[in-house]
């Protein structure tokens, strides 16, 4: 019930295409999803993040899409740009209870061909 | 204003020795996390602390690994007895707390410390 799957392992999209990353997660209890990018060799970067009381964000080229209902949500990157290509890692908390931890899915490696 | 630092970023050790990992959280943050990532694989969660307190650590192995966050200075990871397994990349993030500045659900990671043990 802790589990948050991501799909698909690996991606690969033409410069200027739209990248499509999906996670899914079990725990109802579940109030926080944040999206993480990570460069190799570095720590994972805060990317976009939204709470349940929403079905969408965007900030700038990033939208995050929630689905309550299905216990879904998916990243989406409009207009992909080589400097996207990372891993992106989406994830899962319980705000507020007796611990914040986040339980993240296993990633997306993004090539943005150029 | 600085991230959150991690030191060192690379370490070395031979089974059997200890490692010690550091972690400063970012200005105003008093929330620590520790995770660990193996090659090719995604995040899990070690361990919550607060100044002085372990909030959580169920994501810690029972044996070897402990964690502290004492009222002055760094959080520190320790593992005792290094096996080959143990070989990781250990991250460390950090929030703010309640009522304080940004979002206290928010945690910002530091660039890791990459463990390797021969």
């Known amino acids: 019930q802790q589990q948050v799957k991501q799909s698909p392992q690996s991606l690969i999209v033409q410069k200027g295409g739209i990248s499509i990353i999906n996670c899914a997660y079990e725990n109802t209890a579940f109030d926080y999803f944040p999206w993480y990018q990570q460069f190799p060799g570095k720590g994972p970067a805060l990317l976009i993040a939204i709470r349940p009381d929403v079905s969408e964000k965007k900030e700038g080229r990033f939208t995050i899409s929630f689905n309550k209902s299905a216990k879904q949500f998916s990243l989406h990157i409009m207009d992909s740009q080589p400097g996207d290509s990372a891993t992106y890692f989406c994830a899962a908390s319980k705000y507020g209870g007796a611990t914040n931890k986040l339980i993240f899915g296993t990633g997306t490696l993004l090539a943005v061909q150029p | 204003n600085a991230g959150v630092m991690q030191n060192p970023r690379h370490l070395v050790r031979r089974r059997g020795q200890e490692a010690r990992l550091r972690c400063s959280p970012m200005?105003?943050?008093?929330?620590v996390y520790w995770y660990r990532q193996l090659p090719e694989e995604g995040l899990k969660f070690m361990v919550y602390?607060?100044?002085?307190?372990?909030?959580?650590e169920s994501g810690m192995p029972k044996e070897r690994f402990s964690a502290e966050f004492p009222k002055e200075g760094p959080s520190i990871l320790r593992i005792q007895q290094v096996v080959r397994g143990d070989s990781a990349a250990y991250f460390c993030?950090?929030?703010?707390?309640?009522?304080?500045?940004?979002?206290?659900?928010?945690?910002?990671f530091g660039p890791g410390t990459r463990l390797t043990v021969t």
């Open positions: 993030a950090s929030s703010p707390p309640v009522g304080g500045q940004g979002n206290s659900y928010e945690q910002y």
């Open positions: 200005k105003g943050h008093s929330h």
């Open positions: 602390l607060q100044k002085e307190n372990i909030i959580d």
